[in-house]
């Protein structure tokens, strides 16, 4: 479904990716993992085509991402749904006219079926009854399940979720967790998500992938994930403050 072949990525100074390698097959729910700014949420822009990569190529299906013209890119994006970390819902407009902005962008249809989709997409989501509602009027777990209904509106074969249970409390980031498999699982769509909360990602995991200094350093299903004897795995799974991922950083702080 998507593939990623020895992508770089640079901003500034910063190399974010060196030479990554992913390959994600239809209807997994892959979660990739690491440290905040390691790179999760660009692999996502990178997929969804709004960044070009320094070198290398992403693939979804046969089309080389990377290659395609602005028009074609356009058409591609059709069966792609993207959650973005902080829901990116527009403010001017309210919860159905939000939902219905993918529709009216990327089709023709007409306002009765635009409208038939999103009333559709909202009962899935279990927010029907906010139709109307801006979203200043929105908790933190409202935002998300509109964000959501907005990413299924074309019926995508990829599902991409930016930090799907950033800000959000325990309980509600459950919840969200728990629709995410489900529609997941309803629609048969393929869903990669980029997450450094632990509890979330072993919840929505069919596989998981450990993304550091660029690369990913391993891959494997959440139960043998969860026993990796990689050093910055196992340190990272545990929030310990021993191992690799701060080898140095105590110190420099301690002695200051």
Known sequence: MVELRDVHMQFADKKVLDGLLLKVEPQERLVVMGQSGSGKSTILRLILGTLHPDSGSVFFKRFEITRLSRQKLQRVRQHIG???????????????????????????????????????????VGMADSRELLPEELSGGMKKRVALARALVLDPELLLLDEPSAGLDPVIATVIDELIISLSEKSKVTSITATHEMDSAFRIATRMAMLYQGKIIEEAEPEKFKHSKNP???QFVSGSTEGPILEGSLDAITKK
Not at 90 to 113: F, G
């Open 232 to 234: 910055v795995v196992a």
């Open 82 to 124: 993207m959650v973005y970390q902080y829901s990116a819902l527009l403010s001017s407009r309210n919860v159905r006219d939000n939902v219905a902005l993918p529709l009216e962008e990327l089709t023709d249809k007409s306002r009765q079926e635009i409208n038939k989709i999103v009333d559709e997409k909202l009962e899935l």
